[in-house]
């Protein structure tokens, strides 16, 4: 691994409540009185971070149980400014990591109303700036998020927001969250038409879990520049033909899907590596949220590649796509 060691790095798929260090989040939540239900930090760490072995049911499971503490902690803009500051200097500390996109919902950081989404958008900018200014060999970008468990309403304002902010640090927009019956993607169809047409970058999470034919409406229908996970696509010969027609660019995440029981096991991983590359699907290397998964982008690297699932010279044409694919200009 030591000649991707010194390569600079990309990533493109990370949340924010996945990726700050639990020690930094320890420290805000009590600074800001936040009731954590237990008192011991080693306790906390288990609590908010999956080591190997442990797994999710599902993604609601890993929602309820992971997010549900690292969003309540940073729901306010302090707590915001500190954490997007942290994983950006953090990243290229760790990893020579000197493109980074990270994403999240400020609707799930403003306490139900209580903060102002404009102040936590904001601050996420802010620490966004200072980690750029600390490091100048880095580049980053926000990517705000609405989500499946939000009515049309809340996510419209979100899209505006992103909007609002395009040249401020936004570049670019995603719906994600456990698939709900009340969600209808064809709904927010034309949320996303006007985010494009503003000049944000487009990405979904779609085709992670359940029924591919939202997958199949994304690519065919939305058109998007990116697809966050989209590793069912690797069941349609057809819509692989499409994403690579597209010129869309896949967002995978190893250590995530194994963790949240999307995949079975590195088995049923290579093959959806193996079918990608047979179809010449574009696709990046991410870690979905490093700190969660007890990961970063090097180790994800090295899991394909000591697993037989990936070479190194696919691993770097993977970097050189996550380079290509970027919203950050």
Known sequence: MTKLNKKPQAELHAHLGSSVNPAILWSIAHRQGIRLPTKDYWDFEDMITMGEGRKNKNLDQMH??????????QSSPEAILESVKSVIGGGYRACNLVLQELRFDP?????????????????????LDQAMLEFPQVRGGIILMGDRTLNYDHNRIIFQKAIKYKNRGVVGIDIAGPERKTFS????????????????????HTGEIGSINELKFVVREIRPHRIGHGIKSALDKGLMRDIVKQNITLETCPTSNLRNSVVKNLKELKNVYRTLLKYKVKFTINTD????????????????IDSGIL????????TTWAFEASFVK
């Open 185 to 204: 993607i064809k709904k927010h169809r034309v949320l996303i038409a006007e985010a494009k047409q503003a000049g944000l970058g487009i990405t979904m």
């Open 64 to 73: 309820n149980n992971f997010f549900h503490w690292t969003e309540l902690i």
């Open 289 to 304: 949220g490093p700190e969660m998964y007890r990961t970063n982008i090097l180790k994800e690297q090295k899991l394909l």
């Open 311 to 318: 070479t190194v010279k696919q691993v770097e044409q993977c």
């Open 107 to 127: 609707m799930f950081r403003n306490r139900g109303g209580e903060r102002d989404l404009d102040h936590i958008i904001m601050a996420a900018l802010w620490g």
